[in-house]
């Protein structure tokens, strides 16, 4: 029992642990000779307490993991604060570059049940004369199925994230545009960075939101150019989000062609020193993004939160006629050969939307895998020793390091009833793990 123990602790609470068979033997390496000596310790996943060895999922969804997706959030914390005030390779002076937040919405496909609200916050009633609680199940949902247009809703989905690549490029151009320099000069004396989340609305739709940043030619190591500023940015913003367009497919006779919805909310970002409820603080945009990074379609579809093999396997979820009528019109969209490169039958349980939820321009900040990383070897710190000896001028010199074999083949994924009552007794609270999460 102390074995399974300890062995269940190292997963930090991990509930979908992936099992693995094989072994791991390590041996002594002679670094200069490359001869191998002795086998210093070997690890067989069959003398394990739990027959296998167990191993994070690293989901970052908190319905597949409460545990990994804390993880991720914190790292996802993490890589948007040191794009906003330094931190992880980027410089402190990042916090003196324009910067702000945006919000990009989709458009409309018909009017939904909705809470809406006034001037001092009080709450109206909806179009169907109901006064919806913020909890109401009905919120989100067509007011008239039969006229709400789910193939658009669906093929937005599908067409966000090319959108937004195509905004991107726009956004350089209007900045560009407006410091009076052409697209070729633009590179010379400035560069746009961000890092965008995806969430979903009650209605199913995608929306993004984004931290967007004017840097130097080199990125957030040197400073913007003078004219650089937070207003002209969010003007150039506005001019991009307003103009850019994709076109999708024609599907009887119907052209399809996509724009991001009249509603763009665009806001500067100041420092970590204001406070009181009345700026948009850098730790405030972080741990927004970070918390919508963790999630998928469950706004809209409930507990649905994996790809659907059959369309016959949506009937076992309880979920709104609103997502059901969403995910059918995807999988009858994905049987069609013109739509193919669409792999909405992959989608469907993402109601279309077939992108990553969370991306950032190279020169943002540090990266996820970067964080990773560290958190690895951090890890492994722990463990392992290296055998170091001195030369006869006092300089050091590795003699002797270790070299690992290790072979392992999926076995599974899970835990045990009885290995998930002992993980849940072990699990640390969020933030508790007692490792880095940031390089």
Excluded at 23 to 31: F, G, I, P, S, V
Excluded at 90 to 116: D, I, K
Excluded at 263 to 271: A, F, H, N, Y
Excluded at 366 to 371: D, E, M, P
Aim: charged content about 25%; some cysteine.
């Amino acid at each position: 029992m102390p074995g399974l123990l300890r062995q269940l602790s190292g997963l930090g609470g991990c509930t979908q642990p992936i099992r693995l068979d094989g072994h791991r033997a390590e041996y002594d390496l002679n670094t200069r000779t490359g001869e191998i000596g002795n086998l210093l310790h070997r690890l067989d996943s069959a003398n394990l307490p739990a027959g296998h060895l167990l191993v994070r999922c690293n989901n970052r969804r908190t319905t597949r993991c409460p545990a990994c997706s804390e993880v991720y959030r914190r790292d996802t914390f993490h890589l948007i604060t040191s794009g906003l005030r330094g931190g992880k390779g980027v410089p402190e002076q990042v916090t003196a570059h324009p910067r702000v937040f945006a919000t990009f919405t989709a458009p409309g496909f018909g009017p939904v049940h909705n809470r809406p609200t006034g001037p001092a916050g009080s709450v109206r009633r909806c179009r169907c004369g109901a006064l919806h609680d913020q909890d109401d199940d009905a919120l989100g949902t067509a007011l008239d199925p039969d006229t709400y247009d789910y193939e658009a809703a669906v093929l937005w989905n599908a067409h966000a994230g090319p959108l937004w690549r195509r905004f991107s490029t726009y956004l350089r151009r209007e900045v560009a545009k407006r410091a009076g320099l052409s697209q070729r000069e633009f590179r010379e004396h400035a560069r746009v960075s961000f890092a965008k989340v995806a969430e979903y609305q009650k209605r199913g739709a995608v929306h993004f939101h984004a931290v967007i940043r004017i840097d130097g030619p080199a990125g957030g190591d040197t400073p913007p150019p003078a004219w650089a500023t937070a207003e002209l940015l969010t003007d150039a913003i506005h001019a991009a989000a307003t103009g850019v367009r994709v076109d999708g497919p024609v599907i009887d006779g119907r052209a399809h062609v996509f724009a991001f919805g009249r509603q763009l909310d665009v806001r500067t970002i100041r420092g970590a020193d204001f406070g009181g409820g009345q700026e948009l603080t850098d730790r405030a945009v972080a741990a927004y993004i970070a918390k919508y990074a963790t999630k998928g379609a469950e706004t809209a579809t409930g507990a649905l939160d994996r790809p659907l093999k059959f369309l016959a396997e949506l009937a076992q979820f309880d979920i709104s006629d609103h997502a059901r009528r969403l995910i059918r019109t995807a999988w009858m969209l994905g049987n069609r050969k013109d739509l193919e490169e669409l792999r909405l039958h992959a989608w469907a349980h993402m109601l279309g939307f077939r992108g990553h939820f969370s991306t950032k321009s190279r020169r943002y900040s540090t990266t996820l895998g970067a964080l990773r990383t560290a958190r690895a070897e951090w890890r492994a710190a722990q463990t392992t020793t290296a055998t170091v000896s001195q030369t006869t001028y006092g300089e050091p010199e590795v003699v002797n390091t270790t070299l690992v074999l290790a072979h392992w083949v999926y076995a599974g994924t899970g835990l045990t009833d009885a290995e998930a009552w002992l993980a849940e007794t072990l699990a640390p609270a969020p933030g508790t793990e007692g490792e880095p999460t940031h390089a």
